[in-house]
């Protein structure tokens, strides 16, 4: 049952879903880079429907299967599933297929049949101890990327299309501004970019914190462990 990631099958579909939806992900920045073949566009609509196809599958598969339907139809996993299949569905003017990135979440359930080994080194148990928490703030940190990189095209794309040509030419701003670098090389000029900007800032004022906190903490656990 698809339901039971402890179950081959189960751990089978959810890679094969992850999968799909890393490469959903490229094929949407990938649609917008300028001058594309055309047999590429065509290509690029195809998987795109193949992946609906797939993923609104899996929802319904998900509904069938769970216990309580309800309770997987309003959880945070069904909202996601639900959000990365609607916007094909209803034209709303909005592309919102960057939502999908959420649903990565999911291959946590994956890495929590791991067992991690304890070490003799403080250095090394402090990396056992931190391994999880690292992992999950890398790939928060990737998912912040592409969702800024999304937003600020969508925001600059038109009154500066020699700079934010594309998702993957956002992804320079984005990367410089969750760093709080801020090369000053490309920058908002529209009201709304700038708002976004310091929405962006605020968060990568995190992203620069986060993982210090994350290896003090581990460091000072390891130690007590080593004492005892």
């Known amino acids: ?23 959903s992900m490229i094929a949407f920045a990938v649609e917008t880079i300028p001058n594309l073949h055309p047999k590429t ?24 299967f769970s216990s309580s339907k309800l309770s997987y139809i309003f959880s945070f996993y069904g ?4 959000l990365a299949i609607l916007p094909f569905y209803i034209a709303i003017g909005v592309d919102l297929r960057s939502l999908r990135a959420f649903r990565v979440f999911r291959i946590f359930r994956v890495l929590k049949l791991v067992r991690y080994n304890k070490a003799l080194t403080r250095f090394k148990t402090a990396a056992v101890e931190a391994k999880e928490e ?11 990327l592409y969702l800024s990189a999304v937003g600020i095209y969508y925001f600059e794309h038109e009154v500066q299309p020699e700079k ?12 410089s501004t969750l ?9 908002p000029i529209t009201t709304g970019g700038k708002l976004f900007t310091f929405c962006i800032l605020i968060v990568g ?10 290896v003090a903490a581990a460091l000072s656990k390891a130690t007590k462990i080593n004492k005892k």
């Open 179 to 187: 760093t709080t670098v801020g090369y000053g090389d490309i920058y």
């Open 1 to 23: 049952m698809i339901t039971n990631v402890n179950s081959r099958l189960g751990r089978r579909f959810d890679i094969f879903i992850q999968i799909l939806i890393v490469l």
């Open 134 to 144: 690292v992992i999950l703030f890398l790939f928060i940190t990737a998912i912040l």
């Open 79 to 82: 909202i996601i599933d639900l």
């Open 164 to 175: 934010f040509k594309s998702i993957f030419h956002s992804l320079w701003w984005s990367i």
């Open 205 to 214: 004022l995190g992203i620069v914190t986060v993982p210090a906190g994350i």
């Open 41 to 64: 566009v065509i290509f690029l609509k195809i998987f795109d429907v193949v992946c609906i196809a797939v993923f609104t599958i899996e929802y319904i598969l998900r509904i069938y």
